[in-house]
């Protein structure tokens, strides 16, 4: 699969669970996003790194740690989550960020217990 | 704060007819807008996009108008297929900012 691909598509996890959601883009992007896309409200961004350096967090709890290792790969790290964290967690990425085209992964649909 | 407002929220349409889906921003500084399709199970997909120094842009059956003085947008989708049948979100992005502020999404059936 090309352009952005997403690791798992689904995840079912326990309240007391550490699991990551992998991000990977083919698309030569220097900026890469996290959303979370609940039921009937807007795609929410979580976070946003260019270069590999983080430039905006919209005050996510701490139980989601984001993290950067290259402009290709992007992770979101999950632990101690709350059921109402349960939604499809979408990554994106753009060519240079701000007004550039965002284009998106198929997402994580999680499920938490 | 900054957000979008995107009416209406459900829209059904006979299979040819016209759809027309709008959006209202707040921040006047907004300058680019993308709609985003997304059918069920699958990615956001960009459709169309705007930005701030055209007022209107086509593409085959889809089109986007620009009001920056009223600070709305609107989608229009002519001769309607079942394969539209889909959500549609707006969004408004400005410049200085990596964030897109998107409207809660409009759900299209096309009736065939």
């Known amino acids: 699969e090309t352009g952005v691909t997403q690791t798992p598509r689904h995840l079912v996890m326990g309240m007391t669970n550490k699991k990551s959601l992998k991000c990977e883009q083919h698309l030569g992007h220097n900026a890469m996003y996290w959303y979370k896309q609940s039921a ?20 996510v709890p701490s139980r989601f740690s984001p993290e950067c290792p290259n402009s290709s790969h992007l992770f ?35 499920t938490v217990l | 704060g900054e957000n979008v407002e995107q009416h209406p929220s459900t ?3 006979q299979e040819g007819d016209s759809a027309v889906i709008k ?14 399709k997304q059918e069920l199970g699958k990615r956001p997909q960009l459709i169309i996009d705007i930005r701030s120094n055209v007022g209107e842009k086509k593409d085959q059956r889809i089109a986007v108008t620009l009001n920056k003085t009223a600070k709305h947008f609107s ?11 889909a959500v549609y979100f707006c969004a408004a992005s400005k410049p200085g900012t990596y964030k897109y502020i998107f409207g809660t999404g409009t759900r299209l059936k096309v009736l065939a």
């Open chain 2, 75 to 85: 989608l229009h989708i002519t001769e309607t297929q079942p394969e539209d049948s």
């Open chain 2, 23 to 36: 959006c209202t921003y707040s921040d006047s500084a907004s300058n680019y807008f993308p709609w985003y």
């Open chain 1, 76 to 110: 979101l790290h999950l632990h101690t989550l709350q059921p109402e964290d349960s939604a499809l967690y979408l990554c994106a990425s753009s060519l240079g960020g701000r007004t550039d085209t965002q284009y998106f992964g198929p997402g994580t649909r999680l």
């Open chain 1, 40 to 59: 009937k409200k807007p795609l929410e961004l979580m976070f946003v790194y260019s270069l590999e350096e983080r430039v905006e967090n919209n005050s």
């Open chain 2, 11 to 13: 829209l059904s349409v």
